[in-house]
């Protein structure tokens, strides 16, 4: 998989971290909130702060391919970031992958891109 010119791969955490196919992480890298979610056998590393009021959808629970956020349980999908309740509100979805030792990354913009 490639990154834009602007992008990084970043490492983020061991996918052991995240065992269970449905668990999630909110966590912070480069200067970004992000929600690290392991879900159907693959990773998704979506932007972690929910345009509604700004609860981390890292501690959300999936179902059907969407996070719920754990305040007041808007929906976001996995693979699109788009609103699952058909509201404009939308979060970054960033490309993720898991490193031949284990690691989650995701290609974050480069510092001053
Ligand atoms: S803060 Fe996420 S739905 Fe309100």
Do not use: N, Y
Not at 38 to 61: I, K, M, N, S, T
């Amino acid at each position: 998989m490639e990154t834009r010119d602007d992008q990084a791969w970043v490492a983020l955490m061991p996918l052991a971290e995240l065992p269970t196919d449905g668990t999630g992480r909110a966590m912070e890298s480069g200067g970004r909130q992000l929600a690290v979610f392991h879900h159907e056998g693959a990773v998704r590393v979506l932007d972690g702060v929910c345009p509604h009021q700004g609860a981390l959808l890292g501690d959300g629970v999936i179902s059907r391919g969407e996070v719920t956020c754990p305040f007041h349980g808007w929906h976001f999908d996995l693979e699109t970031g788009k609103s699952g309740d058909g509201l404009p509100e939308c979060v970054e979805v960033f490309e993720s992958r898991v490193s031949a030792e284990g690691w989650v990354e995701c290609a974050l913009p480069s510092i001053g891109a």
